[in-house]
T-cell receptor, first 116, second 112 residues
Framework: EPEVTQTPSHQVTQMGQEVILRCVPI?????FYWYRQILGQKVEFLVS????????KSEIFDDQFSVERPDGSNFTLKIRSTKLEDSAMYFC??????????????FGAGSRLTVL | GESVGLHLPTLSVQEGDNSIINCAYS??????FIWYKQESGKGPQFIID?????DKRQGQRVTVLLNKTVKHLSLQIAATQPGDSAVYFC???????????FGGGTRLMVKP
């Protein structure tokens, strides 16, 4: 069964450092997402991406965050200057098509980010 | 603001019993709902979905019920097994966008 793969599985970084989290969505999927989950809390939407541009973003996704699809397979999330409160599990997700009001997302296993 | 939330943070059931996990939503514009299962160390995994024009949908051992009158969603798991132990999230989607809004999660613990 096709999977969304994420690397690294765990990254520890110092506050203020830049972090890049990588995702390989399912190959025939066209819509890509990043979500995050702070320990013990709900999964929160960050950003959606389609046709090489951001289609939606949440209030969490401020100027410190960026996304990129540098080639035909990778989808990255960059945090320019990490803060302690960025510590969370970051999930990449993808879906093949967008149907208004019916989006089943396939999630990766997540990248745990720990900011010290 | 409007949100999706869960009534019970932890549910403990005996193996073989049926489980019911509940979810309340407040966004009346929501027209599509999904249940996800999250096992420890893994990402959310799709279980079942339902559109707002339906009241009930059945899958393998799982049933989702939607009560639009009281804005309530439930997930029923028949003959609960140890492998069902996980955190269950409900999520909503509406025509306003293509993002999912997740509820707070319920941990299901299955006792052997």
């Amino acid at each position: 069964e096709p999977e969304v793969t994420q690397t690294p599985s765990h990254q520890v970084t110092q506050m203020g450092q830049e972090v890049i989290l990588r995702c390989v969505p399912i190959s025939n999927h066209l819509y890509f997402y990043w979500y995050r989950q702070i320990l013990g809390q709900k999964v929160e939407f960050l950003v959606s991406f389609y046709n090489n541009e951001i289609s939606e973003k949440s209030e969490i996704f401020d100027d410190q965050f960026s996304v990129e699809r540098p080639d035909g397979s990778n989808f990255t999330l960059k945090i320019r200057s990490t803060k302690l409160e960025d510590s969370a599990m970051y999930f990449c997700a993808s879906t093949r098509s967008y149907t208004s009001g019916a989006n089943v997302l396939t999630f990766g296993a997540g990248s745990r980010l720990t900011v010290l | 603001g409007e949100s999706v939330g869960l009534h019970l943070p932890t549910l403990s059931v005996q193996e073989g019993d049926n489980s019911i996990i509940n979810c309340a939503y407040s966004n009346s514009a929501s027209d599509y709902f999904i249940w996800y299962k999250q096992e420890s160390g893994k990402g959310p995994q799709f279980i079942i979905d339902i559109r707002s024009n339906m009241d009930k949908r059945q899958g393998q051992r799982v049933t989702v019920l939607l009560n639009k009158t009281v804005k309530h969603l439930s997930l029923q798991i028949a003959a609960t097994q140890p492998g069902d132990s996980a955190v269950y999230f409900c999520a909503e989607n509406n025509n306003a966008g293509n993002m999912l809004t997740f509820g707070g999660g319920t941990r299901l613990m299955v006792k052997p």
